[in-house]
């Protein structure tokens, strides 16, 4: 006798939605606006549940941007960001990839005012970077190179109004960048690419300066508060290695793409944030070892310490990765360096 399979339970989130929308469906009609929000928030909870078939959510949401119309005077306030949640249905079920294209793009013209607007990370800047790289991957499907590299290249533009750059969103976009240049195979695109490599390069540069000079403040023992001191010279020490692993990184995936803007000054330059990097972590896990020799009883300290340097109980992972780090370091000293081996070596480090 066959064997059933057990039917995969429905997540929490979307199982409320559903059971309230059902409710309210019997009880008020599929036209009462009350009806209305809770078949939004289950369209909602189906395309935010990462694993979830959205196919329904699509259906749902056709039905309300029809309903949406239908009303009379603006629509409910509630209902925005119906536009971004249209657009990830689409996208994850239409297999027609112009209406895809089509309908992206007729949303992403007025995206950048919102961008504009609000200058800081929030929900609607979240979901028009989503839906621009929706737009992007698209191009990329239908192999239109160039639209791809000009809505990437805005969408780097918008990205760094509002991150850092080097905060992943903004790395991802300009690897990505990198990529759709080697798609397109043109010299006066691939040197727009270099230029914006450098241009990044130097921007985490700019702030190296700063963190030292805060850092220089915090490393001093005659500081009355020796164990806070401790805690912000850490925190100073990573978001300093933090931008030379990031320059590390912009440097790594250009010269593995276009090996012949691997200049002597680059790599000169680029084996310089390598060594900086290594003598941050060698900082951090000296801070680590005077933290541990004061024999400090205060558990919330430590707590604070620990969680924020990920200690384990043998040795440092700062420790463990400066062992790497100067594997990658004899990488880049080599004559001739394989840049794609070097960047995988960086990958075994940072992935």
């Excluded at 009350?34 to 078949?39: E, F, H």
């Excluded at 995206?111 to 191009?139: H, S, W």
Aim: hydrophobic share 40%.
């Amino acid at each position: 006798m066959p064997v059933k399979k057990k039917q995969k339970e429905e997540n929490p989130a979307i199982k409320q939605a559903r059971e309230v929308y059902s409710a309210l469906r019997t009880m008020l009609g599929p036209e009462h606006p009350g009806t209305l929000k809770a078949k939004y928030a289950l369209a909602k909870s189906i395309i935010d549940e990462s694993e979830a078939d959205t196919s329904e959510a699509l259906l749902l949401l056709t039905e309300l941007v029809e309903d949406i119309r239908k009303m009379d005077g603006e629509p409910d306030p509630y209902f925005s960001g119906i536009d971004y949640y249209f657009c990830t249905a689409v996208f994850e079920n239409e297999e027609d990839l112009n209406k895809v294209i089509s309908l992206l793009e007729s949303f992403m013209d007025q995206g950048p005012a919102v961008v504009y607007d609000l200058q800081k990370p929030n929900e609607f800047a979240r979901q028009y970077f989503d839906m621009t790289d929706m737009l992007i991957c698209a191009y990329l499907d239908a192999e239109d190179y160039m639209n791809a590299f000009i809505t990437c290249h805005s969408y780097i533009e918008n990205l760094v109004r509002v991150y850092r750059i080097s905060d992943e969103c903004v790395e991802s976009a300009i690897d990505q960048l990198g990529d759709i240049c080697l798609s397109i195979g043109n010299k006066e695109i691939d040197a727009e690419y270099a230029q914006i490599i450098d241009t990044a390069c130097s921007d985490l540069m700019k702030n190296v300066a700063p963190l030292k000079a805060v850092g220089k403040f915090f490393d001093n023992d005659e500081l009355e508060d020796k164990e806070l001191s401790l805690v912000r010279l850490a925190d100073n020490r990573l978001d300093l290695a933090n931008l030379y692993r990031s320059y590390i990184f912009y440097s790594l995936s250009a010269m593995s793409r276009f090996p012949s803007i691997a200049t002597k000054e680059r790599k000169k330059e680029l084996l310089e944030a390598v060594m900086q990097l290594e003598k941050c972590y060698e900082h951090i896990t000296k801070i680590e070892k005077k933290i541990l020799a004061e024999e400090k009883n205060d558990d919330n300290f430590f707590a604070t310490f620990e969680a924020r340097l990920e200690m384990d109980n043998s040795s440092s992972v700062f420790e463990k990765m400066m062992e790497s780090i100067r594997a990658l370091e004899d990488a880049v000293k080599e004559k001739n360096p394989d840049w794609q081996d070097v960047l995988d070596l960086y990958f075994d480090v940072f992935s």
